[in-house]
């Protein structure tokens, strides 16, 4: 565990380092091929950093966090655009790099008054947290009763937790730390009614933003020149969920050293094309026909579940990362009571 912590303070210096680099040296090229081509050893390094770890969870929030998430926000910032322009004037260096390294976004138009209906299942950091906890006990205790199609389900809540907590603390340190008022992490998906409101508007939304300014826009802006404006909004969607799910690959490529078996992209590409179904179908009933919201958003929550069982998680269970990540909760745990012990014993 020691050579790992070692291993993590070098990935995490590296990334700081490098954004410096960023912060003070790729930002005077002019925007575009210049700056760009100043970023490709970040990129590359980008790449390389989940190799240099070995524990499963480290891996996963370095490639999810770094390889994926900082490198786009560097793509977006060698053209001026995106999250880490220097508009209208530079930030101080901690929040450039806390913006670029964490999953967080800024709120814009913060002084304007936005209507915002209250949460109808009142989730936080510390609900989450217990929540999260009593799941990796369950499984812990309990994982060789639990019938296969129940553990996955348990998966399907430990991986909204999970992405929700990692998202929420970094809020939460960013808000506390700088200042800065900041984006939700989530807008509570196992209430959405529709493919399109879980993936645009409800799930993992810094995700989201960063694959639509990214993926979506590009695509959409060059595809309207040759498709057209009705065809170009689709061909955007599908495009964007191919990338996020070629993204997902490579993330469980680092944690498994595994080739890939493209049933993650398959998962990704299937609600790529419901989704555009989605909108085909309601620009043909132009909205005056819907089902009950306790009948689409059942639907919606079951089809995402029973998609997950069937191609998100086979690659992961199959290769034990599931295992090696529960396990490593578990150590972590462990770690963290005998030391509150320690500590509760000197006082």
């Known amino acids: 565990m020691e050579d790992e912590i070692k291993n993590l303070a070098y990935v995490w210096f590296t990334v700081m380092t490098s954004l410096c680099y960023c912060y003070f040296i790729s930002a005077k090229f002019p925007k575009g091929l210049f700056r760009f081509m100043s970023l490709i050893p970040i990129f590359s390094l980008y790449a390389s950093l989940p190799l240099s770890l070995k524990s499963a969870f480290f891996t996963a929030v370095t490639a999810f966090l770094i390889t994926w998430l900082t ?9 001026n655009q995106g999250p880490l322009t220097f508009n209208p004037t530079k930030p101080p260096l901690h929040v450039f790099i806390a913006i670029a390294a964490l999953p967080i976004k800024i709120k814009q138009n913060k002084n304007s008054p936005v209507a915002k209906s209250p949460k109808k299942v009142p989730l936080n950091l510390a609900t989450e947290t217990v929540a999260f906890s ?14 296969p199609k129940i553990l996955l389900i348990v998966y399907c809540c430990l991986a909204f937790l999970l992405i929700d907590l990692i998202v929420a603390l970094s809020s939460f340190l960013v808000r506390v730390l700088a200042g800065l008022e900041l984006e939700p992490p989530s807008d509570e998906p196992y209430l959405s009614t529709s493919l399109q409101e879980f993936w645009g508007r409800r799930w993992n939304l810094i995700v989201t933003n960063t694959l639509r300014h990214t993926v979506y826009k590009p695509v959409r802006s060059a595809s309207a020149t040759v498709l057209g404006n009705n065809l170009a909004p689709l061909v955007a969607v599908v495009a964007t969920f191919i990338v996020s799910g070629l993204m997902h690959e490579l993330l469980f490529y680092y944690v498994t050293r595994v080739s890939p078996s493209w049933e993650m992209t398959l998962f990704f590409v299937l609600h ?25 958003g059942t639907l919606t929550v079951g089809f995402v579940v029973a998609t997950s069982f069937w191609l998100f998680f086979p690659p992961l269970t199959r290769n034990g990362a599931d295992v090696m990540v529960i396990e490593e909760f578990i150590f972590f745990g462990e770690l963290v009571k005998k030391k509150m012990l320690i500590f509760l014993a000197r006082i």
């Open 71 to 79: 490198s786009f926000k560097l793509l977006l910032f060698a053209f």
């Open 134 to 147: 009593i799941l990796i006990a369950v499984i812990r205790e309990y994982k060789d009763y639990i019938p």
């Open 272 to 296: 790529g094309v419901c989704v555009v179904v989605e909108f085909r179908l309601k620009a043909a009933f132009g909205g005056k026909w819907r089902l009950p919201w306790f009948v689409s």
